[in-house]
């Protein structure tokens, strides 16, 4: 299926340790059509990740794992935007996604690190009463992003679905300097089938 999305985005999670946040994070994204997933100091058993991953996604999606945020690679002319509880960060319903993203969610009740915080361009908090689900979270950005962002016939004034069909439209990818893709090359893992498949074998 084409996508409806204009520019394209990553998505990662700093931190994480437990398996099911992360395939829960993962299959969204593939659902969503992201562009490729990672992990920041990652520590969780690689094989109960396929048993949430339904979708396959780190099958289908480039998967990179950096040891630290001082090794992370953006693609050209990305931002990078935090998703965390700031005094300071802006309201999702009022943020403008940038066209290019890479999106950081932070480790389960510990959130993003002082590190990644610096790191980011713009940091989005969901206006909630408390914190919620890892998994939940990253689903709600990029659902608001593909609602920015997207391309869809406008909503009419009275109930019901559009009357105006939606032109189609091309859209780019991303995209990596040369001395960008050799250091990100080095942090690209081969997905964990095997491990996947043992998981599901066991189910």
Same mark, same amino acid.
């Given at each position: 299926m084409e996508s ?10 700093? @931190? ?12 969204? !994204? #593939? !659902? ?44 050209s002319g990305c ?17 403008? #996604?940038?066209?290019? !993203? ?19 361009? #713009? ?5 909630m009463r408390f914190?919620?689900?890892? *998994? ?23 109930? @019901? *679905? ?6 189609? &439209?091309? &859209? ?16 690209? @893992?081969?997905?964990?089938? !095997? ?9």
């Open positions: 409806r999305l204009r520019g394209y985005f990553g998505i990662g999670i700093e @931190g994480v340790s437990k398996p099911y946040n992360l395939g829960n994070v993962f299959r969204t !994204a #593939h !659902a969503f059509d992201a562009a490729f997933v990672f992990t920041i100091r990652a520590s969780y058993a690689q094989e109960e990740v396929g048993k949430v991953d339904t979708s396959d996604a780190l099958a289908a999606l480039p998967f990179y794992r950096f040891p630290d945020v001082a090794d992370l690679v953006v693609p931002q990078v935007v935090g998703i965390e509880l700031t005094d300071d960060a802006i309201d999702l319903p009022s943020f403008r #996604h940038p066209v290019r !993203a890479v999106y950081v969610l932070g480790a389960e009740r510990v959130g993003l690190s002082d590190a990644m915080l610096a790191r980011c361009d #713009h940091v989005v908090k969901i206006p914190s919620i689900n890892l *998994g939940m979270a990253g689903a709600l950005v990029m659902y608001d992003r593909l609602t920015t962002l997207g391309r869809f016939a406008p909503r009419p004034v009275r109930s @019901g *679905g559009p009357t105006e069909p939606l032109a189609g &439209h091309r &859209h780019g990818t991303a995209f990596f300097r040369s001395s960008e893709a050799q250091r990100l090359a080095r942090w690209q @893992g081969a997905p964990p089938m !095997a491990e996947v498949a043992d998981a599901r074998g066991k189910d």
